[in-house]
């Protein structure tokens, strides 16, 4: 295993490291020990300093069947790192940098990475392929030699791993790292759809459905813009608590709303006047982004899709709700530019946003199983899972 004394002789050579492995469908991830080969071309190898678990990695530890399924496989995608080393090419990043990996390419030279009105990316767009995007192979081995899956081009759960360069952001050193990690993926989500999609002004009105990690950083973006009323949807009745300490100022229980035999739309209907401003939808369920859109304000209100609906299910909407001005608009990664986002965002949290309420729980990577059933228990926001190096 490269150790701090040996990282200089492990440059351009593989190293055996720890990972956490997924062998089966929702079995208990395996620490076992990889084999990690050095950086191609375009690639960076990086020493993971802590990651934490999204809800994406659990839906797809959970499933068992589909062409996305493949196992064994390393999970993980919210992470924050050193580099350790990079192959040719690689020149916007170099040993020691503090970089943040992310699932979303931006290779900064295709048409749509070049556009203001997208994030996606042309030229690397296959988020859930399970290789490296250039040559189509796996940078990791277990003990017997054999190939070990990548995922989202990150594959956090290891204490080291490679990523092409069109998925490496560097920050700067001053952001603690187990912040920064929270950059990667939900945080900055929430956060990016309420500043560059919706683009909530002072006084608004916000509906959120769906008070996990992605729908509190909604309401953190929406109470810096000045939002005026903040509600959260969620079964969940403790997330109202948690919430007002994200911005939360009204909570929905959907629970409630059966009694009184009503709707959640009619509900936020009567609490805003007519509907809200901006909705979005955090869960990734049609229905539910069908009861955003059945709450948003008639003329001008707007329906942001977070959400990833991994069912596949259709969304029924009104024709004459569109007709007459309402908008619904999905929202990848929260319309954030990686290399240009990431970074403002970052120093935006050392200047006015906290997202220190994030971090519920702290677990090393031999204890990665806990973070699991924290978050299956609905009692985890993120959970740091700090490596041993």
């Not at 990690?36 to 999204?54: N, S």
């Not at 196992?71 to 924050?80: L, N, T």
């Not at 000045?226 to 009204?250: H, Q, V, Y």
Request: with cysteine; net charge negative; charged share 25%.
């Amino acid at each position: 295993m490269a150790s701090r004394s040996n990282i200089k002789e492990s440059i351009g050579k593989p190293i055996r490291c720890k990972a956490a492995i997924c062998r089966k469908a929702g079995e208990p991830l395996i620490i076992e020990e990889v084999e990690l080969d050095p950086p191609k071309a375009w690639e960076v190898r990086i020493k993971i300093l802590c990651t934490t678990l999204c809800h994406s990695d659990v839906s797809m530890w959970k499933m068992d069947s589909g062409p996305l399924v493949k196992f064994p496989r390393i999970f993980g995608h919210e992470a924050v790192g050193v580099v350790e080393s990079v192959g040719e090419h690689v020149e916007e990043v170099k040993e020691g940098d503090l970089v943040v990996p992310v699932f979303l390419a931006n290779c900064g030279e295709c048409s749509d990475c070049k556009s203001p009105k997208s994030n996606q990316c042309t030229k690397f767009g296959n988020v859930y392929t399970d290789k490296m995007p250039r040559d189509g192979t796996s940078r990791f081995r277990d003990m017997k030699g054999e190939v070990v899956h990548h995922y989202l081009h990150v594959s956090s759960f290891s204490e080291y791993t490679v990523v092409d360069v069109t998925h490496v952001v560097k920050i700067t050193h001053d952001l603690p790292v187990d912040k920064a990690c929270l950059l990667s993926c939900g945080v900055s989500t929430g956060i990016g759809a309420v500043w560059k999609v919706a683009d909530v002004e002072e006084g608004s009105t916000v509906a959120i459905f769906g008070l996990g990690t992605v729908g509190m950083a909604v309401a953190v973006a929406a109470k810096q813009r000045g939002a005026s009323k903040i509600i959260g949807i969620d079964l969940n009745p403790e997330k109202f608590e948690i919430g007002k300490r994200f911005g939360i100022t009204d909570f929905v229980n959907p629970s409630d709303c059966k009694e009184k035999e009503k709707s959640v739309s009619e509900v936020i209907k009567e609490m805003t006047d007519g509907g809200a401003g901006y909705c979005f939808e955090c869960i990734g369920l049609a229905s539910l982004m069908a009861d955003a859109f059945n709450s948003s304000r008639d003329g001008w209100g707007k329906t942001i899709i977070l959400g990833v609906d991994m069912h596949g299910s259709p969304l029924s909407l009104s024709p004459y709700a569109l007709l007459r001005g309402k908008t619904v608009t999905g929202s990848f990664f929260g319309g954030i530019k990686p290399k240009i986002d990431v970074p403002f965002l970052a120093k935006t949290y050392l200047d006015k946003l906290n997202i220190d309420d994030f971090i519920s729980h702290e677990v090393g990577l031999e204890d990665i199983n806990k973070a699991f059933d924290y978050l299956l228990e609905g009692k985890s926001l993120r959970c740091i899972i700090r490596m041993n190096h």
